[in-house]
C-alpha cells in the first residue's frame, strides 16, 4: 500500500464509489489539517512559553497570599491550560494520514477523547474501558484517530469499549447523537482499507452502537 495521504486502493477498470471518494477526501483534508495545526500551534506555543516563564519569574518577586500573586496564578493555570490543549492537537496531527504502522488502538482512541474533552464546552461525559493487554493494529494513526472522533462526533454522552475477539481487536463506540451517521461511509472505508470492517447496531434511545473490527497485529 502506498504511503501518500490519497492513495487508497481502487476496484481495477472502475472509478471510486462513493464512499471510497469519501475517504480520499478525508484523506487529503487530514493532510492539510494536519499542517495547519501544526503551525498553528507552533505559532502559539513560541509566545505561551515566554508568557508563562515571565509568570513564573514575577510569582517569585510577589508575596504569597496577596491579590496580585493570586491572579497571576490564574493566568499561569490559564496558559497551562493552553499548553495542554496545543499538545492534545499535536498528538493527533502528528502522524502522516497515509503512513501505515504498527497502531496501539488504546493510544489512538485516547488521544481522540482527549482532544474532545479539551475541546468541547461544557456537559460532555465520556467513558473508556480498555482491556489488560494492549490492542495492536496495522493502519495509519491519523485515519484510526479520525474515525473515532467521527463516531464521538456532537455526543453529549458516548461509551468506548476495546476488546479482544480472537484474532480481532473490537472497539464499540456508543454515541448518543445521531450526527456520527453522516461521516459513516468514510469511516467504514477506512476500516475496509486495513482489513477490516465498521458496523452500526442499534441503540436504545437516540444515537447508536457502531462497532469497529480490526485483525489484530501480533508481536513478532
Known amino acids: 500500500m502506498s504511503e501518500h495521504a490519497a492513495a487508497l486502493p481502487l476496484p481495477s477498470g472502475a472509478g471510486p464509489s462513493t464512499a471510497e471518494r469519501e475517504a480520499l477526501l478525508e484523506a487529503a483534508r487530514l493532510g492539510s489539517l494536519g499542517e495547519l495545526v501544526r503551525g498553528l500551534s507552533h505559532e502559539i506555543n513560541n509566545p505561551l512559553f515566554g508568557m508563562l516563564g515571565l509568570v513564573e519569574l514575577v510569582l517569585g518577586e510577589i508575596e504569597p497570599g496577596t491579590k496580585a500573586h493570586e491572579r497571576l496564578l490564574l493566568v499561569q493555570q490559564s496558559g497551562l491550560e493552553i499548553k495542554r490543549v496545543t499538545h492534545a492537537l499535536l498528538d493527533f496531527a502528528r502522524s502522516e494520514p ?123
Open 98 to 220: 497515509g503512513a501505515e504502522e504498527a497502531v496501539s488502538l488504546e493510544e489512538v482512541a485516547s488521544q481522540a477523547i482527549e482532544l474532545l474533552r479539551l475541546t468541547t464546552a461544557g456537559g460532555l461525559e465520556l467513558r473508556e474501558h480498555y482491556p489488560p493487554e494492549p490492542l495492536t493494529v496495522r493502519g495509519s494513526r491519523a485515519h484510526l484517530g479520525q474515525v473515532f472522533l467521527s463516531l464521538l462526533v456532537n455526543a453529549r454522552h458516548a461509551t468506548v469499549t476495546l476488546e479482544r475477539d480472537g484474532d480481532w481487536a473490537l472497539a464499540s463506540v456508543t454515541n448518543s447523537s445521531d450526527r456520527a451517521r453522516l461521516w459513516l461511509e468514510a469511516s467504514q472505508e477506512i476500516a475496509r482499507v486495513y482489513g477490516g470492517d465498521l458496523v452500526s447496531l442499534p441503540s436504545v434511545g437516540a444515537g447508536a452502537t457502531h462497532v469497529l473490527r480490526l485483525p489484530i497485529l501480533e508481536a513478532a
